[in-house]
């Protein structure tokens, strides 16, 4: 393999990887605080990436570069640090486990081969662990388990590793046990050595302690008979069970078809502190995780729609990359972290930039021809360039303006668009406001970068209410927003969220309408009398006609109508627009000279007034259809909290892996902490859709926001 460093005899600088064979895109998944961050750190640090690890705590690690996340001691955005291995590239792609950033973990899933699944050795595995681990299932992400933080008072290996076996089926086996004796240390179940990490990393071989022999045989028949029931080779499973025995050059190979296809999942201990485990995780990641060569690759067609060929990781192939991640440098502007799955992408050429499919999220539909300046191998916050970038591996480019994210970079030549990842809906809506006047500008600014930046947040301006809203993750989401947003300049605060309604007659009524206006010269004449009858809910406005003998001219009616549309939108008792009623004009004057269009628009809207006068308006308020998905364990805590929200549930059914689905209709006043408190109800382990059912009346008393 031929390997390419900026910088001669540097141990952290940036490699360029001409083969795909040679790269392991690896994605760190795990829940908030098991360590993935931590881990690392220490990958980095032993690799001689870094000098030394950075800490969580004091703000220092290489990932966490966010002023937030170094707020918040915790992810709040995906981050790339890529290490070389033994002559292979592993790009580690450290994601945030609060359910908040969910899209960021989509992103580092879709920009990975294999993922690292992180477990704390102390805690167990909660129901939002298994909601991230299905989230790799959902992709078909080809995963190994680490059980992080083993140096904690609390920790117990193998209490953990029966909590993931219960949790995530029993293809979770381990490669690794942890060794008897004292100070930290492994027993390969494959190589039977001992990893002593007693003087830190690298371990010392030696051969395993006698205590160990019972539990290690038994641990590693099991090993060996879940990893050879992935092989190809049908005979070997009858050879094994013959005692005839398998070699390891063999069981690494099966291991890596097994890993590849996902049923397997090898558990690995570690301690980020002490060392332990970080040589056997680097030389499982390179030895037994799939390359880019044995992942599949998203389906692309033409920009237009039209069909195009399949894509492999081939880097004399047409180029096909993706902006996996985009944000904003204060120095350098926009950067956008690519994952390059075929062709080979280099500096000072033409690309052309497509993005489709997210107009409803505030990306409208673009296509572009750009030219890349330079190409980067990030480290975190950190920018070193490389002459290249082929297919399977990643890179950043900066100051590619029409780049967002999810969006498909090729050749001019042969443009093409690549089917995106599903993106989370985000569902709790933040109102905010500049701060004062001189903000305005900056805050326009900020916002459409960080809405280029991050599909999972929404932009709303809403006309009928005046309010820009934000749709956001979650609280944690909308406070790593905000503060974006004040780190660009833009000073700005929030205010509650005002609910568009609607007002209607509830009876007949009758409404006069008089415009008679002289001062001299031209004046203004006109007379019109309506009749005014609500209509069901959802059947709009309807204007009749039945004006006999020429009362009101020909030429005037639809100025009438035109009023009556008017006076609709600006509403009648709380200022929200008039829906679901009929009107019909029964009669009118007109002047010969002085009345005109104005006139009778103005009469028009007098009349509707007068009429509202007349009968009573009701308001209504928009309610939502909601579909909740959920585990069984929650389902009356649930079904309670839609009830106290003025929900009616519609029904309930079983779902996949035992959940059920409930659909209600719940108002959207009721909605607007929704999925902040669905969240705390079912420890992060629901989701739920809304989507406008119609407008019903509001009871007395009922704020609106």
């Not at 981050?79 to 950033?101: C, E, M, Q, R, W």
Request: charged share 25%.
């Amino acid at each position: 393999m031929a390997e390419k460093q900026s910088k001669n005899g540097d141990a952290g600088a940036a490699v360029a990887v001409d083969d795909p064979r040679m790269v392991r895109n690896v994605v760190l998944v795990g829940p908030s605080g098991s360590g993935k961050t931590t881990l690392t750190e220490a990958l980095l640090a032993v690799s001689g990436t870094v000098a030394r690890a950075g800490s969580v705590v004091e703000g220092t690690t290489v990932c966490d570069h966010d002023p937030a996340a170094v707020r918040q001691q915790r992810s709040v955005g995906l981050s790339v640090a890529p290490i070389l291995h033994n002559g292979v590239k592993i790009n580690l792609i450290d994601t945030p486990g609060y359910a908040d950033f969910v899209g960021e973990l989509r992103a580092g899933l879709r920009a990975a081969d294999a993922a690292l699944f992180v477990v704390c050795a102390a805690e167990g595995v909660d129901p939002a662990t298994v909601t991230l681990w299905e989230e790799c299932a959902a992709v078909g992400m080809p995963r190994a388990v680490v059980i992080a933080r083993t140096d904690h008072q609390r920790a117990d290996v193998m209490t953990e590793i029966a909590a993931c076996q219960e949790a995530f089926g029993a293809g979770v086996l381990p490669l690794y046990l942890p060794a008897s004796g004292d100070g930290p240390a492994l027993v390969g179940l494959i190589t039977q050595r001992r990893y002593d990490y007693s003087g830190g990393y690298p371990p010392v071989l030696a051969d395993p302690d006698p205590a160990d022999q019972d539990r290690i045989a038994e641990a590693r028949d099991e090993l060996i008979e879940g990893i050879i029931g992935e092989s190809e080779d049908e005979t070997l499973m009858d050879r094994y069970l013959a005692g005839e025995e398998i070699s390891e050059t063999t069981l690494i190979s099966d291991l890596e078809t097994a890993v590849a296809r996902g049923t397997f999942h090898p558990v690995i201990p570690v301690c980020a502190t002490s060392g332990l485990g970080l040589a056997e995780v680097l030389d499982g990641i390179a030895r037994a995780f799939p390359s880019p060569l044995e992942h599949p690759l998203p389906k692309v067609s033409g920009v237009d729609g039209g069909p195009h060929e399949d894509l492999r990781a081939d880097p004399d192939g047409p180029l096909a990359a993706e902006v996996v991640r985009t944000a904003v440098d204060s120095y350098v502007g926009r950067v956008s972290l690519v994952r390059v799955f075929s062709g080979t992408l280099r500096p000072e050429r033409p690309v052309h930039v497509s993005g489709h499919g997210l107009a409803e999220r505030g990306h409208e539909d673009h296509d572009a021809d750009e030219r890349v300046a330079h190409l980067y191998s990030p480290l975190g916050a950190n920018l070193r360039e490389v002459p290249y970038c082929v297919a399977g591996d990643l890179c950043a480019l900066t100051k590619v303006g029409s780049a967002e994210t999810g969006d498909t970079v090729s050749s001019p030549e042969d443009p093409m668009l690549m089917r995106p990842w599903t993106m989370p809906e985000p569902l709790l809506p933040v109102a905010i406001v500049a701060h004062n006047r001189s903000d305005e500008d900056t805050l326009a600014r900020n916002l459409s970068r960080l809405v280029a930046g991050d599909p999972t947040l929404r932009l709303e301006r809403n006309a009928e209410t005046s309010q820009l809203v934000l749709w956001c993750m979650g609280e944690a989401h909308a406070d790593v927003v905000l503060s974006r947003l004040r780190a660009g300049g833009a000073e700005v605060d929030t205010e509650p969220v005002k609910i568009s309604l609607r007002e209607t007659f509830t009876s007949p009524a009758k409404g006069h309408g008089r415009h008679v206006k002289q001062s001299g010269g031209h004046g203004q004449y006109a007379v019109c009398d309506i009749e005014v009858e609500p209509l069901p809910r959802g059947s709009g406005f309807e204007f009749v006609d039945r004006v006999v003998g020429g009362a009101v001219p020909h030429q005037f009616i639809p100025s009438v109508e035109k009023g009556v549309r008017a006076q609709l939108q600006r509403g009648l008792s709380s200022g929200n627009p008039v829906v679901d009623l009929r009107v019909t004009l029964v009669d009118g004057k007109a002047h010969s000279v002085d009345s005109s269009d104005a006139a009778f628009q103005t009469a028009g809207a007098l009349a509707l007034k007068d009429a509202a006068a007349n009968s009573r308006i009701s308001l209504l308020e928009p309610v939502d259809e909601v579909t909740v998905l959920l585990p069984d364990e929650h389902l009356g805590t649930v079904l309670g909290d839609l009830s106290s929200r003025r929900g009616r549930v519609l029904g309930t059914e079983a779902a996949h892996g035992g959940r059920t689905l409930v659909k209600a209709e719940v108002p959207a006043t009721e909605l607007l902490r929704y999925a902040t408190d669905l969240r705390s109800l079912t420890s992060g382990t629901a989701t739920f859709t809304r989507k406008h059912a119609r407008f019903d009346p509001m009871p007395e008393g009922v704020k609106t926001g």
